[in-house]
């Protein structure tokens, strides 16, 4: 017993001790890693004959992912951020020392919205006398829509290149949840508001049939007018060469069809581009990444301590506190730090005017209105422009609605100016699953809404009686009431107006125009210059927010919050399997009751 004991606590400190070494061992891995990225980025040595090399690979938004966690924990999804990119087209374009930009489409993902800019930017500094060629093993149809605009579009001799049209599917899960025994009950106001239909129809409405057509069709006109003006070639070739579905077609066909100039293999790219930038050997052509190009100084010295903000705000709109759910949920829009910001913004003496550039597609109605009212206060002091990124409906356009000005991109998705409640209700599932409830109450309606505890599938106790569906469906009215004002009252119509076009509908940036939902189309740049307009400014510097935090203090930050719990289901699961999680984390964590958010589509 002596000797099984000894063993016994033997084993014990040794564990303990193994648990120190690797605790040591990981804090000193740490403290290499935050010294590392503590350090100062180095300024890039610009040198003659540099071509701009952008890498299309991973999900492009208005903002660099600013999440550690995740890479730290293996993850492959690559975060570029619009802005970088738009930076670099610009100092490329006036610096003599690069004559040109190569384009490498990987995988990406991004609307053609997002795409929008750069295509513009890219046609750009081609009209500054300089070249651009894009090259693909995979062209998808918006990854070629940006590529088409270049001087040269190259494809892979045994490559691809999408172009068959859009479509716009949605998956309804209420078969799933009759089988469970999962009702649910809806309170919304919208005809066209379909972020429900998945859960409580098997096929699309009537409404949302209509509104989806419609905004599908405004977003593939916009494309085929942008690749047929770039390649010279009619709308009607290039909708007939959609219905070949041109993916399966051989890659010699794309140049038959003019929609690529020439096929050939990514090593030899750098012969064919050394030719295009008139240099002797591929020896003395070199390549910077848009990092690089955003490290060496501009040329142009603003000497004024006037500033326009742009504030970015991208992601699902919360309330209260993002509380690490980054990971979780996406990017956030929470009002807890929305309001400070923008408040912040007001106080501020140097910044003149703010560029709200908002890429959503809304959230909780209460937030929003928190961020409404923000935005209201902040423009009694100085001019509030925003740009719409690749969304900007429902809540989106809620915070959006009373700025002094509104632009968007022609296919920006907007409107969708309605509110919902969703509530499950589980009688069936309990009876399958032998849960019963019993309990007392001081009054009528005290038991309103409770909840049963079954993870993943909380759901109500009983259903609603007529009472409290009417009382509900009162405050949702309500709330939709007060959205309808918020919009009237910002772009100076009636509310009987408002309705007409709100309903829950989604229209693009371009019917947006025509309906009075939105001032212009317009990129960011645009925005930006109107802020200077309106703010008589003549010289200026322009300055993002929120303000990024070093990597350290991210770092520290997400290592004490939730977040960590996110990043390490995404390493241990995989990017596929995380991606099912992501959906599941948008569906359980508690979010307000009343809900303005456009549909998935």
Known sequence: MKDFLKMLLASVIGVFVAMFFVFIVSIGILVGMLSSIGSAKSIYTLGDNTVLRI???????????????????????????????????????????????????????????????????????????????????FYTQGAYYLASVADKVILNPQGMLMLHGLSANAQFTKGMFDKLGINFEVFRVGTFKSAIEPVTETQMSDANREQTASFINCIWSNLLD??????????????????????????????????????????????????????????????ATVSNINSVPSRKTVASKDRIAVLYAEGTIMHGKSRGLGPLMGSLITDYEYVKELNNLKNDNNVKAVVFRINSGGGSAYASEQIWYAVEELKKEKPVIVSMGGMAASGGYYIAAGADHILAEPTTLTGSIGVFGLYPEGVELHKKIGLTFDGVKTNKLSDLGAMSGVPLLSSLIRPFNDDERALLQGYVNRIYDVFLTRC??????????????????????????????IDGLGSLDDAVKIAAQRAELT???????????????????????????????????????????????????????????????
């Open 55 to 137: 890498d299309l690979e991973g999900i492009i938004s208005d903002r660099e992912s600013t999440d550690i966690m995740p890479g730290l924990f293996g993850s492959s999804e690559k975060s570029i951020g619009l802005d970088d990119i738009l930076k670099a087209i610009q100092t490329a374009k006036e610096n003599d020392k690069i004559p040109g930009i190569y384009v490498k489409v990987g995988s990406m993902s991004a609307g053609i919205a997002t795409l929008e800019p750069i295509r513009k930017a890219l046609g750009d500094f081609r009209g500054s006398g300089k070249f651009v060629v894009a090259y693909a093993d």
């Open 488 to 517: 009237a009252d910002g772009r100076s119509m009636t509310n009987e107006a408002i309705d007409a076009i709100g309903q829950g509908r989604v229209w693009t940036g371009a019917q947006a125009l025509e309906i009075g939902l």
């Open 539 to 601: 010289a200026y510097e322009v300055d993002a927010y929120p303000k990024v935090k070093d990597k350290f203090t991210r770092l520290m930050e997400e290592l004490t919050s939730t977040s960590i719990k996110g990043s390490m289901i995404r390493s241990f699961l995989g990017d596929e399997v995380y991606r099912q999680y992501l959906i599941a984390g948008k569906k359980t964590v508690p979010m307000d009751f009343v809900q303005a958010v456009v549909g998935d589509f």
């Open 226 to 287: 942008g690749i047929s003006q770039s390649r010279d070639i009619s709308v009607e070739e290039l909708n007939m060469y959609a219905d070949e579905y041109l993916a399966f077609a051989a890659p010699e066909r794309m140049v038959e069809y003019r929609l690529v100039d020439t096929l050939m293999f990514a090593a030899d790219m750098n012969d064919y581009i050394s030719k295009m930038a008139y240099l002797d050997s591929p020896a003395n052509l070199r390549f």
